[in-house]
């Protein structure tokens, strides 16, 4: 089982970006789903978690400007940013439950800057 993440780049602050980390291998169950972020210097953060209802949960620093989805029939899950802000900049990490085990991608850089 592998994740794939994808979708990072370079944006303006207030600029949008949509973040897609898809799920491949031998996969019998897909449970909960989430990005986490790391800024340098700084620990891993949890930035939004999706349950396998679609639940959803975000830190309060990135409520109402990003989103998180997902698709059950492609095993993938979205982040969508928008309003970008400088201090969004980090390598942006997605994470599942598959199988009944934790699996990290591999990371995708987001810079936000003029």
């Known amino acids: 089982v592998q994740l794939q993440a994808s979708g990072g780049g370079l944006v303006q602050p207030g600029g949008s970006l949509r973040l897609s980390c898809a799920v491949s291998?031998?996969?019998?169950?897909?449970?909960?789903m989430a990005w986490y972020r790391q800024a340098p210097g700084k620990q891993r953060e949890l930035v939004a978690f999706?349950?396998?209802?679609?639940?959803?949960n975000y830190a309060a620093s990135v409520k109402g400007r990003f989103t998180i989805f997902r698709d059950n029939v492609k095993s993938t899950v979205y982040l969508q940013m928008n309003s970008l802000k400088p201090e969004d900049t980090a390598v942006y990490y997605c994470?599942?439950?598959?199988?009944?085990?934790?699996?990290w991608g591999q990371g995708t850089q987001v810079t936000v800057s003029s």
């Open positions: 291998g031998i996969i019998f169950s897909v449970n909960d």
């Open positions: 999706i349950g396998r209802s679609s639940s959803t």
């Open positions: 994470y599942a439950i598959i199988n009944n085990r934790d699996y």
